[in-house]
């Protein structure tokens, strides 16, 4: 018979309250080794301003019966007219071998209003018991592996759901990338070169760009939007020829008047000086450089759309 021993306060009177409660934490028809179970006691009617004194099971555990929770005071009922309420303190116990244990009643020193009193719970007796194995019969097996159970449809809703509305969104942002990108594309494709090429040179329409440290851009950006036209209109290599190689490939181009292929051949072999020989042009040539590219791409565009009607008419 095991016997778990504490240490308890002193007490003046000493009051008989009924029997004290114990409860398995586990549901089982009897009580084995290791099971936990709830010991204490319930005090109805206790006054507001009440005192409770209990006895301190910290240090009367052992190797047979071990206390895994010290006191838990709860309250079960609240009487807000009278202030009194039902109260509920309980420790939790645990068995670690078989037998029969005898359990301390439980002492509740109780003070209120200058007296102090004791109740006194009485216990129950607890009966541990073990697994009975038939050693005769009894088979040493190997440990199993985890059980791994199917997966069922509400499982696997949430992922495939998820997965179905990531999939959705990636499609979504890859057909609007698309269709801005078509967009774009269609944008250019439908302004002609010589819109362009205006545009373009328009940029350039400011004496401020004659100042000596910008002519550089500014030959550069006219003869650049120029040989960009040319490209689109004669189909010569332009932007990656040297002046010599672009009017070498358009000497024979009869949409170009004589005196216009002069006009654009001298604006570009001054650019060149201007970009490649630090040289300044003077106000009066700069101001007819945007003229004669201007002329360029308007009178070239005239000629092919002469051609495209008359080959129309025919």
């Given at each position: 018979m095991?016997?778990?021993?504490?240490i308890?306060i002193?007490?003046?009177?000493?009051?008989?309250?009924?029997?004290?409660?114990?409860?398995?934490?586990?549901?089982?028809?009897?009580v084995?080794?290791?099971?936990?179970?709830?010991y204490?006691?319930e005090?109805?009617?206790?006054?507001?301003?009440?005192?409770?004194?209990?006895?301190?099971?910290?240090?009367?555990s052992?190797?047979?019966?071990?206390?895994?929770?010290?006191?838990?005071?709860d309250?079960?009922?609240?009487?807000k007219?009278?202030?009194?309420?039902?109260?509920?303190?309980s420790?939790?116990?645990?068995?670690?071998?078989?037998?029969?244990?005898?359990?301390?009643?439980?002492?509740?020193?109780?003070?209120?209003?200058?007296r102090?009193?004791?109740?006194?719970?009485?216990?129950?007796?607890?009966?541990?018991?073990s697994?009975?194995?038939?050693?005769?019969?009894?088979v040493l097996?190997?440990i199993?592996?985890?059980?791994?159970?199917?997966?069922?449809?509400?499982?696997?809703?949430?992922?495939?759901?998820g997965?179905i509305?990531?999939?959705?969104?990636i499609?979504?942002?890859?057909?609007?990338?698309?269709t801005?990108?078509?967009?774009?594309e269609a944008?250019?494709?439908?302004?002609?070169?010589?819109?362009?090429a205006?545009?373009n040179?328009d940029k350039?329409?400011?004496?401020?760009?004659?100042?000596?440290e910008?002519?550089?851009?500014?030959?550069?950006?006219?003869?650049?939007?120029?040989?960009?036209?040319?490209e689109?209109?004669?189909?010569?290599d332009a932007p990656?020829m040297?002046?010599?190689?672009?009017?070498d490939?358009?000497k024979?181009?009869?949409?170009?008047?004589?005196?216009?292929?002069?006009?654009t051949?001298?604006?570009?072999?001054?650019?060149?000086f201007?970009?490649?020989?630090?040289?300044t042009?003077?106000?009066?040539?700069?101001?007819?450089v945007?003229?004669?590219?201007?002329?360029?791409?308007?009178?070239?565009?005239?000629?092919?759309l002469?051609?495209?009607?008359?080959?129309?008419?025919l």
């Amino acid at each position: 018979m095991k016997i778990l021993c504490v240490i308890l306060i002193s007490f003046l009177e000493l009051i008989p309250k009924g029997h004290a409660f114990l409860n398995q934490l586990q549901k089982r028809d009897s009580v084995l080794i290791a099971d936990q179970l709830e010991y204490g006691f319930e005090l109805d009617s206790v006054k507001t301003g009440t005192e409770i004194g209990l006895s301190d099971y910290s240090g009367a555990s052992n190797d047979t019966l071990t206390l895994v929770r010290n006191w838990k005071i709860d309250t079960l009922k609240l009487y807000k007219k009278s202030g009194m309420a039902d109260i509920r303190g309980s420790v939790v116990l645990s068995p670690f071998e078989e037998g029969k244990y005898e359990l301390p009643p439980i002492f509740v020193q109780r003070k209120y209003g200058g007296r102090t009193d004791t109740l006194v719970f009485s216990a129950p007796e607890l009966e541990v018991r073990s697994i009975p194995i038939d050693t005769s019969t009894f088979v040493l097996h190997d440990i199993k592996g985890q059980i791994r159970y199917p997966l069922t449809f509400r499982e696997i809703l949430p992922w495939a759901g998820g997965l179905i509305l990531l999939a959705a969104v990636i499609a979504g942002l890859v057909w609007w990338i698309r269709t801005r990108r078509r967009e774009n594309e269609a944008e250019k494709v439908k302004e002609p070169a010589h819109i362009t090429a205006l545009r373009n040179l328009d940029k350039y329409r400011s004496d401020k760009y004659w100042a000596p440290e910008k002519q550089k851009t500014f030959y550069s950006g006219v003869t650049d939007t120029l040989k960009t036209y040319m490209e689109a209109r004669f189909g010569v290599d332009a932007p990656e020829m040297t002046t010599a190689e672009v009017f070498d490939a358009l000497k024979n181009e009869k949409d170009i008047t004589p005196e216009l292929f002069g006009e654009t051949k001298e604006l570009f072999e001054t650019a060149d000086f201007v970009k490649f020989a630090k040289h300044t042009a003077p106000d009066d040539y700069n101001a007819r450089v945007l003229p004669v590219a201007v002329r360029f791409v308007t009178e070239t565009y005239r000629t092919e759309l002469e051609e495209e009607q008359s080959g129309n008419v025919l």
